[in-house]
């Protein structure tokens, strides 16, 4: 098994533009989630999913849209990038609520 | 809203200690509680979960426990070596919604 996969792992853009980020798992998983993390601030949460075609917010959803058609796939898009954007975006999954979250290696992202 | 502390922040200690590091929270209403290990640049990797019913986890030479009464959990590392050098974050799963709340992390140093 992959596990969860993340590309792009740097991605560079100007204020302005759209991008999506991508996440894949192979493990079957329902439960998908978006974190970004900042210096100092730990991870927080931007979107999650429970199922394909259930999505909801985090705490920090503003600027980032999210769809969920396939059980594999988690895409993250930015609408319109702002360098607020600029931050380290992981993916990650697990079977079930409350349980084991398992994380992708992370996007680098910075919105210039 | 649950604000969680990770202290200290940073932690320097010479190869074979053994070690603590804290991790405190506010809302005692958590559903289970994630020790996570995160080297430069890369993913979280999952170190131990111990649910809110349990007390502690082992894991080698790792142990985790959990007091929900006092809002602390502590990771203690014995027998410390370099490879154990990097950033050590903790992560809830609350009762009310899906999403885990993370600590700022503690950065490990070990010197050989």
């Known amino acids: 098994n992959a596990g969860v996969t993340q590309t792009p792992k740097f991605q560079v853009l100007k204020t302005g533009q759209s991008m999506t980020l991508q996440c894949a798992q192979d493990?079957?998983?329902?439960?998908m989630s978006w974190y970004r993390q900042d210096p100092g601030m730990g991870l927080r949460l931007i979107h999650y999913?429970?199922?394909?075609?259930?999505?909801d917010q985090g705490e920090v959803p503003n600027g980032y849209n999210v769809s969920r058609s396939t059980t594999e796939d988690f895409p993250l898009r930015l609408l319109s990038a702002a360098p607020s954007q600029t931050s380290v975006y992981f993916c990650?999954?697990?079977?079930?609520?409350?349980?084991?979250?398992?994380f992708g290696p992370g996007t680098r992202l910075t919105v210039l | 809203k649950q604000e969680v502390t990770q202290i200290p922040a940073a932690l320097s200690v010479p190869e074979g200690e053994n070690l603590v590091l804290n991790c405190s929270f506010t809302?005692?209403?958590?559903?289970?509680l994630q020790w996570f290990r995160q080297d430069p640049g890369k993913g979280l990797t999952s170190l131990l979960l111990?649910?809110?019913?349990?007390r502690e986890q082992t894991s080698g030479r790792l142990n985790a426990s959990l007091d929900k009464s006092s809002g602390r959990s502590t990771l203690y590392i014995a027998a410390s070596q370099p490879g154990d050098s990097a950033t050590y974050l903790c992560?809830?799963?609350?009762?009310?919604?899906?999403?885990?709340?993370f600590g700022a992390g503690t950065i490990l140093r070990v010197k050989s």
């Open positions: 999913s429970v199922g394909a075609g259930i999505t």
């Open positions: 990650a999954s697990s079977s079930q609520g409350y349980i084991e979250q398992f």
């Open positions: 809302d005692s209403a958590i559903y289970n």
């Open positions: 111990i649910q809110s019913s349990q």
């Open positions: 992560g809830m799963h609350m009762e009310y919604g899906n999403k885990l709340v």
């Open positions: 493990m079957n998983h329902e439960y």
